[in-house]
């Protein structure tokens, strides 16, 4: 008796009265199946209900249909299939029997048997759309442009049906996001409900295609303001267009004015970027550091987190979370140790002090050093960075403080057999350093000897000239 009033409750909170219970069958189909789905496994507790719906609808095949599908929810296909038979003897030219049918197939992965349904449904009730779009989600891994087709099929029988959204969406079900997007850019945005705005612009978004995901996202963010997915979207990318004050923008409707929006690390990570690109590093630094507290696996968090504190000019934090960061790798990277290099280098353009300046620049050179042992390929790169660094230190030549790593370079550059452009332009670099080098310190023979292999780079180099005219 419970379940019964339950029933009865639950259609007049829809506003059902027992006389218009047979004109809206939807409202009675909503009322029918909660008291089913919330006493799942007690028939006694819903045979009142299930009875007095079927007073009211024995004769309504969308109105059986609709039982058996509240039967097939909870996995009962025994009770489906009764109803589903219930509903095609009502009316054998209704839709509702057949394609209940195919979902009881479906749910057991019969992809087969779930077609044939769907496609006697479209041959009993062919302006149903519902038949070629069950149809063509059957089909659409196998046969996707079998599945197409079929949908093309609603075209003919009703003009006005959004056939290219719904193939749209078949695609992007598939995670075939190209030939989603290829559809999504044949409708008219106006004509889009959000959900399928936010698949567009997904679409688009996993395709790489900032521009055309943002066309989408903005687009549906203005006519759906409170939709999560779609201010997420502009969110994430104004930030990849390096839009930051408009990511900024949505990043405030997406965490303060969104409807049920659940957050994830990855939101907090674009916020940071967003948030690192406007210049606001504190800020910044803040939200990578959320976005690690919920993910720990973002590793590259760590990095963008000494980014940040470099550009805030606290060069120790900066430090300390690149070791964090390098702690993590699995491999040594040149970067990671160029990165470390670059945070020496910029706290010695700040010192005021020589002796503290020098101090920077010696743990600038330490990283380069420490890159020629542990990385060999990377020695003739961290062999030039490192002559760099000690003209940096002792700028006057005649002492030659960049001499050793400048020959160095030179040691490790010349027996290559093909050298590029950039490489031959450093190359000349060094030769024109030991050139001077060697003139300044009066030893001619030597200069000229350098002197002969810069011109051989660049043949109208004036250095080179002039020693070798010496």
């Known amino acids: 008796m419970k379940a019964i009033k339950y029933f009865f409750a639950g259609a007049l909170m829809l506003g059902i009265s027992a006389h218009t219970m047979a004109q809206d069958v939807k409202s009675q189909i909503d009322a029918i199946t909660k008291v089913i789905v919330d006493n799942k496994g007690n028939a006694a507790a819903v045979k009142d209900a299930v009875k007095e719906y079927l007073k009211v609808n024995k004769k309504n095949a969308e109105a059986l249909a609709g039982l058996g599908r509240a039967y097939l929810d909870i996995k009962d296909q025994a009770n489906a299939l009764k109803y589903a038979d ?24 019969d992809g087969g048997e779930a077609a044939m349904w769907y496609q006697t449904a479209t041959q009993f009730d062919p302006k149903n759309p519902q038949g070629y779009i069950k ?18 099929k609603l075209t003919s029988i009703d003009p006005s049906y959004p056939v290219d959204a719904e193939i749209a969406h078949m ?5 075939k996001f190209a030939k989603a997007l290829e559809n999504y850019q044949k409708v008219d945005k106006a004509k889009l409900e959000d959900d399928k705005l936010t698949e567009y612009a997904l679409a688009a978004y996993f395709l790489g ?26 969110f994430y990318n104004h930030t990849d267009l390096k839009n930051y004050d408009k990511a900024l923008q949505f990043a405030d409707a997406l965490f303060n004015r969104s409807d049920s929006a659940k957050f994830v690390g990855r939101d907090y990570l674009y916020y940071g970027h967003a948030l690192k690109g406007g210049g606001k590093y504190a800020e910044a630094i803040e939200s990578f550091k959320k976005t690690y507290e919920l993910d720990n696996t973002q590793n590259d968090v760590l990095k963008l987190i000494s980014d940040s504190y470099l550009e805030k000019k606290e060069h120790d934090n ?50 380069y050093a420490d890159m020629a042992v542990d990385m060999p390929n990377n020695e003739d790169y961290a062999s030039y960075q490192r002559a760099h660094i ?38 000349a670099e060094a030769y024109n350093y030991l050139s001077v080098y060697y003139i300044q310190n009066d030893n001619v023979a030597k200069a000229k000897e350098y002197a002969a292999k810069l011109q051989g780079i660049q043949p109208d180099n004036e250095t080179a000239k002039q020693i070798l005219a010496l």
Request: charged fraction near 30%; include cysteine.
């Open 86 to 109: 219930m509903a095609i003897k009502a009316n054998k030219n209704s839709a509702a029997g057949y394609l209940l049918k195919g979902d009881m197939a479906a749910q057991n992965d």
């Open 135 to 152: 149809y063509a989600r059957v089909y659409q891994k196998v046969d996707a442009a079998g599945a197409e087709e079929m949908l093309r």
């Open 171 to 175: 695609y992007y079900a598939n995670n």
């Open 209 to 234: 295609k900032s521009e055309a995901s943002l066309e989408a996202s903005e687009y549906g963010a203005a006519k759906y303001p409170r939709s999560a997915g779609l201010n997420r979207l502009s």
């Open 318 to 367: 900066a430090v300390e979370y690149l070791k964090k960061f390098i702690a993590t790798q699995d491999k040594k990277k040149a970067s990671d140790y160029t990165a470390m290099a670059k945070i020496y280098l910029d706290l010695a353009e700040q010192c005021l002090d020589q002796a503290e300046k020098e101090k920077a620049l010696l743990k600038a050179d330490q990283a």
């Open 390 to 427: 000690h003209h940096m230190i002792n700028g006057d030549i005649k002492k030659g403080a960049a001499k050793p790593y400048y020959e160095k370079y030179i040691e490790l550059l010349e027996p290559k057999a093909e050298r590029s452009n950039a490489e031959n332009t450093t190359l």
